[in-house]
């Protein structure tokens, strides 16, 4: 079965330092991995994708995360925080049991920037 | 390009009751998926609907049910509400045959149930 794990809920960083958030995967297939960004009051949006090709990905907004199968981890890094960048940010995997596009989402971590 | 609209924005019901979620998708979607958030978690996987047929449910009970019409558009009904189902409803849109992983959600509805 696939999950995933996000190793903290909340995140503090300070406007133009770097971010990090992290994923960690298991999946008994090679997986589909995803990070999801969910504002106030808004829809989930996705902020970029790894599906079995390069292993650093480059998504929206200055994001990019990297596949490491060594590690199973698929963190999410941004070199200089915007304070439009607070959000709630999800990793998560598509599962491949279920017809569709079924996806597993991770409990979230809470990325606060502080002027 | 429309985006996903999601009705009611917000609703209050009483343990017991009945309540009817709807949901239109991105124009040119033929696919509709359902999630509940419950608050301070990531959305869990509902329901799947292609073709007016469901395609694809996770762990949630049979008073969980929904229908797609032939416009694409989806209802999510829920039957003797409980208090743990007040949550945030999302719907979600995509184009089957065409896997990018990639959903696209509305804002949600907000149910609180009494």
């Known amino acids: 079965a696939q999950s995933v794990t996000q190793l903290d809920s909340h995140v503090s960083v300070s406007e133009g330092t770097p971010v990090l958030l992290r994923c960690n995967y298991s999946s008994s297939y090679s997986p589909s991995l995803f990070w999801y960004v969910q504002h106030p009051n808004k829809g989930l949006q996705l902020l970029l994708k790894?599906?079995?090709?390069?292993?650093l990905v480059k998504g929206i907004n200055g994001f990019e995360a990297e596949f490491k199968k060594s590690e199973t981890s698929f963190h999410l890094t941004k070199p200089s925080a915007h304070m439009s960048d607070a959000a709630e940010y999800f990793c998560v995997v598509s599962d491949r049991n279920q017809a569709g596009t079924a996806l597993i989402f991770g409990k979230g971590t809470t990325l606060s920037v502080s002027s | 390009e429309t985006g996903v609209t999601q009705s009611p924005t917000h609703l209050i019901k009483t343990r017991g009751q009945q309540v009817t979620l709807r949901c239109s998708s991105q124009s040119g979607h033929n696919t509709v998926s359902w999630y509940q958030q419950a608050l301070g978690q990531g959305p869990q996987f509902i329901f799947q609907y292609y073709r007016e047929e469901e395609n694809g449910r996770g762990n949630f009970p049979p008073r969980f049910s929904g229908l797609q019409f032939p416009n694409y558009s989806s209802e999510l009904n829920v039957n003797a509400l409980e208090l743990d189902d007040s949550a945030l409803y999302l719907c979600?849109?995509?184009?089957?045959?065409?896997?990018?992983?990639?959903?696209?959600f509305g804002e949600g509805s907000r149910l609180t149930v009494l």
């Open positions: 790894y599906t079995s090709a390069a292993t």
């Open positions: 979600a849109s995509s184009l089957a045959g065409v896997y990018t992983g990639e959903l696209f």
